[in-house]
């Protein structure tokens, strides 16, 4: 049932790793088997998308850096936190930092394959959402900074009056760089904007519209 | 006024009255009635109209929803806590409604009322139906989980 489908499991513990590995084959998943989370995110940027299972053994700390490292280069990989008998707080902060989930090890595998099955089953829109998160940075790269000012100010609702004013410019000039956004943006809409500008991280302008 | 739901008290009042403007706390637990797929919208409608409402009537506390089920713990004058209880338990979006606990409060966990979490955590679901299994001896371990979300969520703020 997990046919096609790439688990990577970080684990120091190398004995649990193997026969976790094996088991998860049993599957029906391809595994890739890491002995520490900065082993997967040095080759991450490399890899195909995948459900990531991140063992955090005793002393290892809380795990939550390797987390973020590892979804900030692949916001699209589902991570599974293990650990032995985590507390609260721990799964807590694993789920706040972004893992999907927090097992506890040794866990049976009812319920590894229930975590699974969620990870797989969002795993699709991740990826679309990583890709247009890629587009939008591609197609931010074409604006001036100057552009990148007015886009702000126009996805934080103020009028190009306003723009004006506030950056000091003539109202024609705001209008023609609005223009030229539009136009490399490929877009003809504010709705359109305001998504690319989500997705592209230009936050709207801190200063208030009013 | 007609209860439209049964509710099922598995936590017998607790030692302080209930009545007047004195600290009064409710943990309940209801199962979702919509469809998955809906779900998720009901649950920011429930978080819009729920934060202004709180606030009015001075509730602070925490929601929870793990796909199947509301989890809520809900704190403040006892009159309050008496309104939005019935306002609950009219309201169809959820059904087996289970109180944990209820009654009197020394002291109030949280200062504000949020969304503690709303995914589909196994982690979590477990410790709600760990609620169900083992009853009241994990009233305390729900309260310190939505109060974990709550204090990091807190934390992250930039």
Redesign the interface.
């Known amino acids: 049932m997990f046919k096609n489908r790439v688990a990577y499991i970080v684990d120091s513990d190398a004995s649990y790793r193997r026969r976790f590995a094996l088991a998860l084959r049993h599957q029906g998943l391809e595994t890739r088997a890491f002995s520490g989370g900065g082993d997967l995110i040095e080759e991450a940027s490399y890899l195909p998308a995948g459900c990531v299972l991140l063992a955090v053994r005793a002393g290892e700390g809380d795990g939550l850096e390797t987390i973020r490292a590892l979804l900030a280069q692949r916001s699209d990989m589902p991570v599974i936190v293990m650990r032995v008998d985590p507390t609260i707080r721990e799964a807590v902060q694993a789920l706040r930092a972004g893992a999907v989930d927090c097992l506890a090890i040794p866990c049976p595998m009812a319920k590894v394959r229930l975590a699974l099955d969620y990870a797989y089953e969002i795993l699709p829109a991740k990826v679309a959402h990583q890709q247009f998160i890629g587009e939008a940075a591609a197609l931010r790269a074409h604006l001036t900074p100057r552009e990148e000012d007015v886009l702000k100010r126009i996805v934080a609702g103020m009028t190009n009056r306003q723009i004006a004013h506030d950056l000091e410019i003539g109202v024609r000039t705001v209008e023609m760089h609005r223009g030229n956004i539009m136009q490399k943006l490929r877009m003809d809409n504010l709705v359109a904007l305001i998504r690319f500008a989500t997705l592209a991280g230009i936050a709207g302008s801190d200063e208030d519209a009013a | 006024m007609k209860m439209l739901h049964e509710e099922r008290i598995v936590h017998p009042m607790t030692q302080l009255p209930l009545q007047g403007t004195g600290l009064a706390g409710w943990l309940y637990a209801s199962r979702c009635a919509l469809p998955s797929a809906w779900a998720q919208r009901a649950v920011d409608d429930i978080v819009a109209k729920s934060v202004p409402r709180n606030a009015a009537l001075d509730v602070t506390g925490a929601l929870l929803f793990t796909g199947a089920r509301f989890v809520q713990f809900l704190e403040g004058p006892a009159e309050s806590i008496v309104a939005i209880r019935q306002n609950i338990l009219a309201d169809r979006r959820h059904h087996d409604i289970v109180t944990f606990l209820s009654g009197g409060r020394a002291e109030r966990v949280f200062s504000n009322w949020s969304l503690a ?1 709303a ?6 679901a477990d ?1 709600v139906e760990n609620l169900f299994h083992i009853g009241i001896r994990h009233t305390a ?1 729900i309260i ?2 939505l109060e ?2 709550v204090i ?2 807190e934390a ?1 703020k930039p």
């Open positions: 979490y995914g589909p955590s196994l982690f979590v410790k371990e310190d989980l974990q979300f990091i969520s992250n």
